[in-house]
């Protein structure tokens, strides 16, 4: 019988040994497990987060080495526009794939966010939403391209992923609830710029911002049977609104001008980013 027990557990050994590699916990794995599946997740060491730029002069965003190009088969894009709009300029990866040092970087150089505000957002979206053994995430849904889920309790499931800091009330996407929380949304857009008209004049400025909050808010009550408003998503509720009416203007006037296309990714010939970091916090 004792035989027969210790043939079991071989057995069970022998399954888990097979089976095992990115499906389950890295915990309590011993020192040896460790080091035969560890090479096979790819595992990198993170670099320590991006410094401040040196240059944060005012400059042309859809510059020479930053042109705007259409999608690619599989390119991936997300809920942020922000983000969207740098990886089809080039400043990220234009697959949609990216560390989150070159998220930072990209949203220093791109669009002028300071470096503390950059950081916050990446690197808590990172712990959510990416791939903490190779250091990759996707601005958009789950990708393989960010490697192998390293446990069960991982999603890794990009910035798609609802109820993280993707979550409702958005400006231009669709609620969870209606089966597509990503997407770039006209209907909504077209509100956008109706509170712009109402609101700001014509622009997109701190009233219409805060008119077009409250209204969005009041929306989902009213239409999305699962509506939900809470942290982390709630910070940034209230944050994106005000982070559009800096970040998305043309430096050089600061107009509160929204200057953007094609779904709210390309940015014109003529925009400049901020002449200094803003703050979003
Ligand atoms: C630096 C890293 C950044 C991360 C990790 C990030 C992440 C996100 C996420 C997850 C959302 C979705 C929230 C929702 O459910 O609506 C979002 C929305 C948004 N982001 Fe970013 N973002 C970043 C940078 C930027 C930058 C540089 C801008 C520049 C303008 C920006 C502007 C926006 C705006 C306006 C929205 C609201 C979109 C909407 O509600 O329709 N973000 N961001």
């Not at 798609?160 to 770039?184: C, I, K, Q």
Request: with cysteine.
């Amino acid at each position: 019988m004792a035989k027969l027990t210790s043939l079991l557990s071989l057995a069970v050994l022998a399954i888990q040994a097979v089976a095992f590699p990115q499906y389950q916990s890295l915990g309590g794995l011993n020192e040896r497990e460790l080091e035969a599946l560890l090479p096979r997740l790819n595992p990198v060491r993170h670099p320590p987060p991006p410094s401040p730029p040196k240059d944060t002069s005012i400059r042309l965003v859809n510059d020479k080495n930053h042109p705007w190009m259409p999608l690619r088969k599989g390119d991936i894009r997300g809920p942020c526009p922000g983000l969207n709009t740098l990886a089809s300029h080039g400043y990220l990866p234009r697959n949609g794939i990216a560390t989150p040092a070159q998220i930072v970087e990209a949203a220093q150089e791109g669009l002028s966010m300071d470096t503390n505000s950059a950081t916050l957002v990446t690197y808590a979206s990172m712990l959510i939403d990416g791939n903490l053994v190779t250091n990759l995430m996707s601005i958009g849904g789950k990708s393989p391209l960010t490697g192998l889920d390293p446990s069960k309790l991982a999603t890794i499931g990009g910035l798609n992923t609802h109820a993280g800091f993707e979550g409702d009330a958005s400006l231009t996407r669709a609620d969870f609830f209606f089966g597509d929380n990503h997407s770039f949304n006209q209907t909504l857009f077209n509100e956008f710029v109706d509170f712009s008209n109402k609101f700001g004049g014509g622009v997109f400025n701190l009233t219409a911002a805060a008119e077009y909050r409250f209204h969005r808010i009041q929306e989902s009550i009213a239409t999305s049977p699962q509506f939900s408003l809470v942290a982390p998503r709630i910070l940034n509720a209230y944050g994106d609104p005000a982070v559009a009416t800096i970040l998305f203007v043309d430096g050089r006037k600061a107009d509160g001008r929204l200057n953007l296309t094609e779904g709210l990714t390309r940015v014109p010939e003529y925009l400049s980013r901020p002449g200094c970091p803003l703050s979003v916090a």
